[in-house]
């Protein structure tokens, strides 16, 4: 009786554990579809910019389009264009957003995060008309492409990239350790040391996401420079843009090329991946 | 003494955001306040009226462009969130190295700007056209490709985290209880990471509604513009804000949908707020 009981036992077990190997093969090929995906839509498509890049319009490897790059004073400006901008939004987004995120980072003031929320609402209007809301505002005002280009560019920008910086920003400050500041406090530093010795390197990592979720964008944007300057400022993205609708191909996917090349370089340098930027690009909204 | 430094400091604290704040509605409270007068350029008055509410949905090509959006997003956020929650799992029980080049691949939608994911497809699309179908491809298809490009890396990342605060043995001893394993997956698995999905999802309608450069490059003729170029809500503002200001109804149209957001925002946070306090209603229950 006990022994059949057993042999029962056994063999029940025996089956689950089968499944469970099965299982464990079959769970794994759930991924399936998600790398084929993104081989095909992701991999193959930057392989092929890398070709494209590299070869002529008759698809023989040449150097053209990036001699064409090189050598051309209007990419080169555009380059510099980009840079300048990116940087400069990048500078006066860190100036705005990090009082308002250390603000923000006390509870009295956020209560539950709704402040937060406020700062991020405007991100769910559709980014193309608030773009053209900025614009006829700004024109409105006197401050229009065809005069300024400039400003209502940068103004533009730091419209659209505030709620960016403000969020990795605010998610680093609520970490901040509150008994170290006032421990400087305590121990004599003036206001301005306790910012300098004890907030600003305990915010670093959030000042680095933020101004990863910034500059990149900035420099990679169509819309907001396209609109707001009246298409005075050329931009990367203005150009890739300009190359795609003229069907030159190689010259738009060098282009591209340099963009990796400066993600590349960009992330070389801060070492900390996008591991805090993608909880800033939305995933930190819902 | 000290007090008042510090109130004269929480003041300022609260001008300075509130009026930064004010100034990032600014361009949106302005269409919204001029969506209620007929004139064509912001800035003139000329009398209350909701004509321009009117007109909005007398208009084909605003309802046209406004369906196309919502088709896309819900479509190529159902297909991401399936694609995703599925990947994430999957990747979650592969082998370290497999699951590496994976978590890799996935970053790289993540970092690279729009119009460089926008144009790798676009050259793909063009080189399969002209080497493969010997036609041009783009249609609705390359369209929801592009938006699943842009979303399907968030819902992985937003499943993510949850499978690993998964317990493991929750899994486990419902295999040893006699539950098949595919059973298993559907009542002990996804319903623990269901708020992940949930936020994947969520996150990917918002960033398919927003896209303008991808839909931009993808897209070919179909769905409700028919054998016209496919035009959602953002290339459709775009090509007429480039020729003058924003279109009067379009002032109209911002004021809904800033209602629509407003409202899912209160009910989410009133929601979130309730939740909180339910949590500490249960942790001090727990302390007694």
Redesign the interface.
């Known amino acids: 009786m006990s022994s059949k009981s057993n042999e029962v036992l056994e063999s029940?077990k025996q089956r689950?554990r089968k499944?469970?190997r099965?299982?464990?093969l079959?769970?794994?090929?759930?991924?399936?579809?998600?790398?084929v995906?993104?081989?095909l839509?992701?991999?193959?498509?930057?392989l092929?910019?890398f070709f494209?890049a590299f070869t002529d319009s008759n698809g023989r490897p040449s150097f053209d389009a990036a001699k064409d790059f090189f050598t051309s004073a209007s990419k080169w400006s555009v380059l510099f264009t980009s840079l300048f901008i990116g940087v400069q939004n990048t500078i006066i987004c860190l100036l705005?957003g990090y009082?308002?995120a250390y603000?923000?980072s006390n509870k009295k003031?956020n209560k539950?995060?709704?402040?937060v929320?406020?700062?991020v609402?405007?991100?769910?209007?559709?980014?193309?008309?608030?773009?053209?809301?900025?614009?006829?505002?700004l024109?409105?005002l006197g401050i229009d492409g065809g005069n300024h280009p400039w400003p209502a560019t940068l103004i533009g920008m730091v419209?659209n990239y505030?709620p960016f910086t403000i969020l990795p920003l605010y998610t680093t400050m609520l970490k901040l350790d509150k008994s170290q500041i006032e421990a400087a406090g305590d121990l004599g530093a003036n206001g301005f040391q306790v910012f300098t010795k004890s907030i600003l390197p305990q915010s670093l990592p959030g000042i680095i996401s933020a101004s990863e979720m910034v500059f990149?964008?900035t420099?990679?944007s169509?819309?907001i420079s396209?609109?707001l300057s009246e298409g005075k400022i050329t931009l990367?993205?203005n150009s890739?843009?300009f190359n795609?609708s003229n069907s030159l191909?190689n010259e738009?996917?060098f282009m591209?090329v340099v963009?990796?090349a400066i993600?590349g370089i960009t992330?070389l340098v801060t070492k900390n991946?996008?591991k805090d930027?993608?909880a800033a690009?939305?995933?930190g909204?819902? | 003494m000290v007090n008042k430094k510090n109130l004269i400091k929480k003041i300022l604290a609260q001008t300075y955001v509130w009026l930064i704040l004010f100034l990032m509605y600014l361009p949106i409270l302005t269409l919204i306040a001029f969506s209620f007068t007929k004139a064509t350029n912001l800035g003139t008055w000329t009398g209350f009226s909701f004509d321009l509410y009117a007109d909005l949905f007398k208009s084909q090509e605003i309802m046209t462009a406004l369906g196309n959006t919502l088709i896309i997003a819900f479509v190529s956020s159902a297909i991401s969130v399936v694609l995703g929650t599925l990947g994430a799992i999957g990747v979650f029980y592969s082998k370290k190295r497999a699951k590496k080049s994976l978590e890799f691949v996935t970053q790289i939608p993540v970092v690279n700007p729009e119009i460089v994911i926008a144009l790798s497809l676009t050259v793909m699309f063009v080189f399969m056209g002209s080497y493969i179908f010997r036609n041009s491809i783009f249609s609705f298809w390359t369209l929801l490709a592009g938006h699943i490009v842009l979303s399907l890396p968030f819902v992985y990342l937003s499943v993510k985290p949850k499978l690993e605060q998964m317990d493991p043995s929750l899994y486990e001893a419902a295999l040893d209880l006699g539950c098949p394993p595919n059973r298993a997956l559907r009542t002990v698995i996804i319903p623990e990471i269901l708020p992940g999905v949930a936020s994947g999802f969520l996150l990917s309608i918002t960033l398919s509604l927003d896209d303008f450069i991808v839909t931009a490059f993808t897209r070919g003729s179909g769905l409700l513009s028919g054998s016209n170029q496919i035009e959602t809500l953002s290339t459709l503002v775009q090509a007429k804000i480039k020729k003058g200001p924003i279109p009067p109804e379009m002032r109209a149209l911002t004021t809904i949908i800033f209602l629509i957001v407003l409202i899912i925002v209160v009910s989410v946070t009133i929601s979130n707020g309730r939740k909180g306090k339910k949590a500490k209603l249960r942790k001090g229950r727990q302390d007694r």
Do not use: H, Q
């Open positions: 029940k689950t499944g469970e099965f299982f464990a079959k769970r794994k090929y759930l991924a399936i579809p998600y790398a995906f993104l081989v839509f992701v991999i193959v498509p930057i092929l910019i494209y705005i009082p308002i603000i923000l003031l539950n995060g709704v402040m929320m406020l700062f609402m405007p991100m769910w209007i559709n980014f193309v008309l608030r773009t053209g809301a900025t614009r006829d505002l024109s409105w419209y505030l990149m964008p420099m990679s169509y819309v396209d609109t990367f993205g890739i843009y795609f191909w738009g996917s591209a963009m990796l993600i992330m991946g996008s930027g993608t690009r939305g995933g909204l819902w």
